[in-house]
């Protein structure tokens, strides 16, 4: 599919980030399969490791993690230009929308086929992060990868069950990764 | 000024915005219900809601909103951009570092810690919009699950699985079976 000859440009990376990001609705984690769809397999402009580098780094920053993703991968495609594109391109729908919601609001609010579309939505949005959940992390169920797996389990059960800052887990997640490097190294010399 | 007030109010929450998305919200309720009496309670919670109803994440949608409130459509621009401020500068450092050490064992290990643990983090955050989806916010038993739902979220990941169709498509078509089930719902009573 990578047959893509286009050259990333500040009004493309606006404008794909732009349409991409209206479309996160219940909570921005959509964004993540947005983007791999996009500019992983539609533009082959970075690989699907790279851009889980991206996505972890973003996730390990403060603020919003997808716009923290869609910083870096514009800065990875463009430099500042691109950095500066993808973040108001991410930005704006945010804005804009809310903006507008807020004049609506009470239309909105009590519009029984407005939240029957919202909840419908949802139910997408939940099917689209399962299917990318599955496909990421098939790589790790393997035997010469158990670690990792108890990592990706252990991340899991840390947010979900015992609530742990999402910040301090990912920071966690990092440092088991370079004791884990360390250990086999060793092992490798001895 | 109340501009310059907004700034420093979204600056701070921008600074201390580690963990983003839900765990942010605590410091934005004190920040514009308490400290700054920008909204009230009922106001917030009004905020919650539509922020689900709007794209983006959820920090933006609260700095637009209090922007929004307190000086108009100026006021959510500059309370969303003095939000996205500080992690601009800070992910722009973290670029940097990754373009120029990246390939450097110990951040390759790093690295190698954090893919994994992001998988986890991102199957929370699906879990919580199934939750969200199937429970509507209530409590989560069996008895109050929205059956419909549940069965929907099943079969768009089986038909994602199988036939791999776009996203976007995906999410819209969910969205028009919604709509078509709260058509379809009174005729079936």
């Known amino acids: ?190 | 000024m109340i501009y310059i007030k907004l700034i420093l109010s979204f600056l701070l929450i921008g600074v201390c915005a580690f963990g983003g998305g839900y765990a942010v919200l605590p410091l934005i309720s004190q920040q514009c219900v308490e400290t700054n009496h920008w909204l009230t309670m009922t106001e917030f919670s009004d905020l919650l809601t539509l922020s689900q109803i709007t794209p983006g994440p959820i920090a933006i949608n609260s700095a637009s909103f209090v922007g929004m409130k307190v000086a108009g459509i100026p006021g959510a621009f500059v309370a969303s951009f003095a939000f996205m401020l500080p992690p601009f500068l800070i992910v722009s450092l973290l670029y940097v570092v990754y373009r120029r050490y990246g390939q450097v064992k110990p951040v390759q290990d790093a690295l190698g810690g954090l893919k994994p643990g992001v998988v986890g983090l991102i199957a929370v955050a699906g879990l919580g919009v199934v939750i969200d989806t199937v429970w509507g916010g209530g409590a989560v038993t069996l008895a109050s699950a929205d059956v419909f739902s549940a069965v929907l979220i099943l079969a768009v990941l089986f038909v994602l699985r199988k036939w791999k169709p776009g996203v976007i498509v995906t999410i819209l078509a969910c969205g028009a079976i919604g709509v078509l089930r709260e058509l379809i719902a009174p005729l079936l009573r």
């Open chain 1, 1 to 190: 599919m990578r047959s893509n000859n286009e050259k990333p440009t500040c009004g493309k990376i606006f404008l794909n980030t732009l349409a991409l990001s209206s479309f996160t609705i219940g909570g921005g984690y959509v964004m993540i399969p947005l983007l791999r769809e996009r500019f992983v397999v539609k533009l082959g402009w970075i690989d699907e490791n790279e851009l889980t580098e991206l996505t972890a780094i973003g996730q390990s920053s403060p603020g919003a993690m997808i716009l923290n993703v869609s910083v870096l991968l514009g800065y990875r495609l463009l430099g500042f230009r691109g950095a500066v594109s993808a973040l108001i391109g991410t930005a704006l729908p945010a804005i804009v929308l809310l903006a507008a919601t807020f004049y609506f609001y009470d239309l909105i609010r009590d519009n029984r086929y407005v939240s029957a579309a919202f909840r419908g939505m949802n139910a997408g949005v939940a099917a689209v992060i399962a299917d990318m959940v599955i496909g990421m992390a098939a790589p790790y169920i393997k035997k010469e990868q158990a670690l990792h797996a108890f990592i990706m389990v252990g991340a899991f059960a840390a947010a979900f069950f015992l609530k742990f800052n999402v910040a301090l887990v990912i920071v966690s997640c990092g440092f088991v990764g370079v004791i884990i490097g360390a250990v086999h190294d060793r092992r490798k010399k001895a």
